[in-house]
């Protein structure tokens, strides 16, 4: 038995290196453009560490580079490494290779990361097409256009399974406390989210969970083969898991954890699933329960030493999940957007027609419209008013969403009310219009 758990340990010691995250980026095409000296590498972890815990460095102390952390950025690049007289772009002596930046800025210090080489354009799309499966745009998508043309029993159980396994993962983050992969030797194609913790990824979980339960509450439901589901979810789940190691984000051993950590969530879930729904539609005290149950977790799992765009993520997912639950209450009640019978299963794609595919586009152009302007007046009225009563500059907005009384019930009451809006307002806004 001791030998059994000295080899596990062991294992997961391996799989944590960030070795093995550079031998992977470099067998894909990427490239970093590191100092020729050598330097204690960013990210928390030295060449000799093990995973563990591990203090997040904070501040202007994060560095975001692909590179030596004590040298200066300009404009994403380190010092004058980017403009040495000798130094010949490898773009320009490969036509298939391309210099390139992190997408998006680090969303703590707002530092744009270092430039890296591309040697193959193809996987670079494919992952990152990957990764964005996991963020917020692709969910804000997502899930209004499964609920409004496809399916909204299904749509709706998803948002539950999300927000749930979103902050169980979050929470799960900020307890172990582990940074992210070293750099060097790592290369950070992504930096937006480098200034949080990493065990487990929260991309592989939702990456995950998303398809998996997609497919195991529409197989049986909708009339598709089995197998066609199955390898749907499972290509899925793997290029999210993939792409995590690809952008840098991860080690082997984050992702492995991510993705049986949301397989173990999902089994919870499943016999359960139904029921939370039917409770969150028939009963009369669940809007109480549901309002005290999501806001009573986010304010339980958040006691971190500094701040992270984790906390806010969840409180995002808590907030959207009990709007969407307050929304699906409201619907019950009141008789609109009524499940179909289960003497019509298993339901069929209709086919597809030129009307079919304006009518589907112009409700989701209609609706995302209406989520996206009720998000910008919720965030314009909600920040300064939470400043003006937290006592706060109301000038910098991002220094003042890092005070917890300012950004936890700022992300909760906006994504709340688009949590509503998006399963309650707009449907009924369809029916208004004749769109239903």
């Known amino acids: 038995m001791d030998n059994a758990i000295k080899t596990f340990v062991q294992m997961c010691n391996y799989l944590q290196e960030p070795c093995h995250v550079a031998r992977f980026q470099k067998l894909c095409g990427i490239e970093g453009t590191f100092p020729d000296k050598t330097t204690k590498p960013q990210g928390g972890q030295s060449e000799s560490e093990g995973p563990g815990l591990r203090r997040r460095l904070q501040g202007s102390e994060v560095g975001v580079g692909n590179g030596d952390a004590a040298v200066p950025q300009v404009n994403g690049m380190q010092g004058d490494d980017a403009s040495r007289p000798g130094d010949t772009s490898a773009a320009e002596a490969d036509p298939e290779t391309t210099r390139a930046k992190p997408l998006r800025r680090n969303s703590l210090?707002?530092?744009?990361?270092?430039?890296?080489?591309?040697?193959?354009?193809?996987?670079?799309?494919?992952?990152?097409f990957g990764t964005e499966l996991g963020n917020e745009m692709f969910f804000i998508i997502f899930f209004p256009f499964l609920f409004w043309n496809i399916d909204a029993l299904v749509s709706r159980r998803l948002i539950v399974v999300w927000a749930w396994n979103l902050f169980v993962g979050q929470s799960t983050k900020d307890m172990v406390r582990w940074s992210r992969p070293a750099s060097p030797p790592v290369v950070k194609v992504e930096v937006f989210y480098n200034s949080e913790y990493s065990m487990p990824s929260t991309h592989a979980m939702t990456g995950t969970a998303i398809p998996f339960c997609l497919f195991m509450l529409t197989y049986g439901r909708w009339q598709y083969p089995f197998l066609f589901g199955f390898s749907v979810a499972l290509s899925w789940s793997v290029l999210v898991c993939v792409s995590r190691v690809y952008m840098g984000m991860h080690s082997v051993l984050e992702v492995i954890t991510g993705f049986l950590y949301?397989?173990?969530?999902?089994?919870?879930?499943?016999?359960?699933?139904?029921?939370?729904?039917?409770?969150?539609?028939?009963?009369?005290?669940?809007?109480?329960?549901?309002?005290?149950?999501?806001?009573?977790?986010?304010?339980?799992?958040?006691?971190?030493?500094?701040?992270?765009?984790?906390?806010?993520?969840?409180?995002?997912?808590?907030?959207?999940?009990?709007?969407?639950?307050?929304?699906?209450?409201?619907?019950?009640?009141?008789?609109?957007?009524?499940?179909?019978?289960?003497?019509?299963?298993?339901?069929?794609?209709?086919?597809?027609s030129i009307g079919l595919v304006l009518l589907s586009l112009l409700r989701f152009l209609i609706g995302v419209a209406v989520i996206l302007v009720t998000r910008m007046a919720m965030k314009a009225v909600t920040i300064p008013f939470l400043c003006r009563l937290s006592g706060l500059p109301t000038d910098d907005v991002r220094r003042a969403r890092q005070h917890m009384r300012v950004e936890l019930p700022y992300r909760y009451i906006v994504y709340s009310v688009v949590g509503f809006v998006c399963v309650?307002?707009?449907?009924?806004?369809?029916?208004?219009?004749?769109?239903?």
């Not at 210090?109 to 990152?128: A, C, I, P, R, S």
């Not at 309650?424 to 239903?436: K, W």
């Open 109 to 128: 210090t707002g530092d744009v990361g270092q430039e890296f080489l591309v040697h193959n354009k193809f996987l670079f799309y494919l992952f990152t």
């Open 262 to 352: 949301s397989l173990l969530i999902l089994a919870c879930f499943q016999p359960v699933l139904g029921k939370i729904d039917n409770y969150y539609m028939t009963d009369h005290y669940a809007p109480l329960m549901i309002i005290v149950s999501h806001v009573s977790l986010g304010l339980v799992a958040f006691s971190l030493d500094t701040w992270s765009t984790s906390r806010g993520d969840t409180a995002q997912a808590l907030g959207t999940g009990a709007g969407a639950a307050l929304a699906t209450h409201a619907n019950y009640q009141l008789g609109l957007l009524l499940d179909p019978p289960l003497s019509s299963l298993p339901l069929t794609l209709p086919p597809l």
């Open 424 to 436: 309650c307002v707009v449907p009924l806004l369809f029916r208004i219009l004749n769109l239903a």
